[in-house]
């Protein structure tokens, strides 16, 4: 039987975050297979609790500047969301440069695995 669904399997880094677990809502009832690459720093396990007991859902708690763990992740997904990033909480010039050179760090080690 065929579905008009399309199927593929998504890395979503982040996907424990605002953005993120809706993405993964959104991607699960489209068909696909989801991956949530997220360390939990400032995103929330219960932000996809809904979403734990389906078979296609993946949560892996660890850091996207892990290069093995995002090596093996990129290989085995269709599509990357990169989302990780650490929120700008706060309008402090230290606070600032820190969350900018994480956001950078996450997105180098994203982009060069992908
Ligand atoms: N929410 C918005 O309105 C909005 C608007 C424009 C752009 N964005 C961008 O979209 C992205 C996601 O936004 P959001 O609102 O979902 O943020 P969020 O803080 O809710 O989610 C970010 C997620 O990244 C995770 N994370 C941080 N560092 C990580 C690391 N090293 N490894 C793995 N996971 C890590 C956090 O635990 C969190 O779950 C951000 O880049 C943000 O700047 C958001």
Same mark, same amino acid.
């Given at each position: 039987m065929s579905t008009d669904k399309p199927t593929g399997s998504a890395l979503i880094t982040g996907g424990a975050g605002f953005i993120g677990s809706h993405l993964s809502e959104l991607l699960l009832d489209a068909g696909w297979e989801v991956f949530v690459l997220d360390d939990l720093s400032t995103g929330s396990e219960r932000n996809v609790a809904h979403l734990r007991?389906? *078979?296609d859902f993946h949560l892996i708690v660890d850091s996207v500047l892990k290069n093995s763990v995002v090596n093996e992740l990129v290989h085995r997904c269709d599509v990357v969301f990169h989302l990780a990033a650490r929120r700008a909480?706060? *309008?402090m010039r230290s606070r600032r440069r820190s969350t900018s050179s994480s956001r950078s760090r996450t997105t180098r080690s994203a982009g060069s695995t992908a």
């Open positions: 007991e389906r *078979r909480a706060g *309008r």
